[in-house]
């Protein structure tokens, strides 16, 4: 779904360099049009050879800024060509020029000829991050709300300084292409308070043993995702996940819990403050009707196990929604996915479900790709073909705006 999009990428002089070639690579990888440009520092660091074979196109310097391309200016020709412009790493240097609107290279020329959202991905030493005229530079950036950024992190830096200045890792910066190439830089969700449920639960028997699904958390971590991408405040309520998708989540609120139960009482308690809430954790329908505190031996394991019930979460939500909140289900199923998702949908009085098929090849849990039919209380439905998870987020919140 990104084949032909087209990206254009400013290369900073720091050591961080080398992670934008794993950046360049991805996006090529998956058909994006990437074009690039190198400051003089950034050629210390990194080659515009390298740049050039992993983008599949010449790499552009200063030496190349008066070139003519069809006979008009080359930062012109880029600036227009460009729907989503990085600039990683992003060095103080370059800030600074870009909070006062200097251009004196190919790369601030041709910021100032561009329209399009740009991503600032900061890397530099923490005292140089910390001093005050780069954090009044960092500001003063965001009055212009084409800028977006990602990171910096913190961690063990270049100069073996611990601390904050760590650029974002390619893993963090290319979610974020992916949302501006889908959103345009549009904030959408901005002021919006968005609860979100991901992943299972784990109803246990015993303190090893449970019942459980394969549930990973990955579309619950995407909508998270798209929805922090379109300024959205968000809080995720999930089951078991790997710790470095939670980890990454860095501006949002993560309430992490086990049991149906743990995960009815965190939802409750957060959701007299959402706007937007999305049920998208594969909860377990029953739990043992016994639980032990020890780990049963083997001999002591029940012929057959009696289940009791647990907390309809969705239900019970949705019998405590406002006017001013949207609530929205999720439906895995097998076979026909549509007719049980229009059941739920009206049985559970939701304002939008997502039937998710389970049984296709690349879609459902554990899987970086989904596909699903949208469907809304008021008869819309929409088709949504295989695509990434962060992909069908965004789409999601687009049909939930009525733009589906």
């Known amino acids: 779904m990104q084949s032909g999009r087209r990206v254009l990428i400013g290369i900073g002089g720091g050591i961080a360099a080398y992670k934008v070639c ?23 660091f990194i080659t515009p050879l390298t740049v050039a074979t992993l983008s599949r196109h010449p790499a552009y310097t200063d030496e190349n800024f ?12 880029l600036g227009e060509w460009a729907e989503v412009f990085v600039i990683a790493p992003l060095t103080a240097n370059t800030l600074g020029k870009l909070a006062y609107g200097f251009a004196d290279n190919l790369l ?69 292409i992916t949302s501006l190439l889908h959103t345009g830089g549009k904030r959408d969700l901005a002021g919006k308070r968005v ?16 019942i459980g699904n394969p549930s990973t958390g990955k579309m619950g971590f995407a909508l998270a995702q798209a929805a922090l991408h379109r300024g959205a405040s968000v809080t995720l309520v999930h089951g078991p996940m790997e710790t470095p998708l939670i980890a990454s989540l860095q501006k ?24 937007l809430i999305v049920m998208s954790a594969a909860v377990a329908d029953v739990k043992p009707a016994e639980y032990s505190t020890q780990k ?13 019930s647990v907390p309809d979460i969705v239900a019970e939500l949705a ?15 097998t076979g026909d996915i549509v007719t049980p998702a229009l059941e739920k949908l009206q049985k559970k009085n939701l304002d939008a479900i997502v039937a998710n098929p389970i049984d296709q090849a690349d879609a459902g ?28 987020a965004h789409a999601l919140f687009d049909f939930v705006q009525g733009a589906g």
């Open 319 to 333: 019998s405590l929604k406002q006017p001013h909140q949207t609530l929205i289900g999720f439906a895995a199923q």
């Open 195 to 210: 609860l979100i449920s991901a992943g299972g639960t784990r109803e246990h028997l015993d303190p090893v043993r449970f």
């Open 252 to 275: 949002a609120k993560s309430i992490g819990v086990m049991s149906a139960q743990q995960m009815q009482q965190a939802m409750l308690e957060c959701f007299p403050d959402a706007d």
């Open 108 to 176: 601030t020329n041709t910021v100032l000829a561009s329209t399009c959202p740009v991503l600032l991905a900061p890397a530099m030493n923490t005292d140089m991050w910390e001093q005050v005229a780069v954090q009044r530079n960092w500001q003063q950036v965001f009055a212009d709300k084409r800028y977006h950024s990602v990171g910096p992190g913190a961690g063990l830096l270049a100069c073996d300084r611990v601390g904050a200045g760590r650029m974002a890792e390619p893993a963090e910066i290319l979610p974020q």
């Open 365 to 392: 849990f554990g899987s970086d790709n989904n596909q699903a039919v949208f469907l809304d209380n008021q008869g819309r439905k929409v088709e949504i073909e295989p695509c990434s998870k962060l992909q069908m």
């Open 296 to 308: 049963l031996p083997k001999r002591s394991l029940p012929a057959s196990l009696p289940l009791e």
């Open 66 to 77: 008066w070139q003519p391309t069809r006979g008009r200016p080359l930062h012109i020709e």
């Open 22 to 44: 794993e950046v360049i690579s991805a996006l090529a990888k998956t058909g994006v049009e990437v074009r690039a440009i190198l400051t003089d520092s950034a050629q210390a």
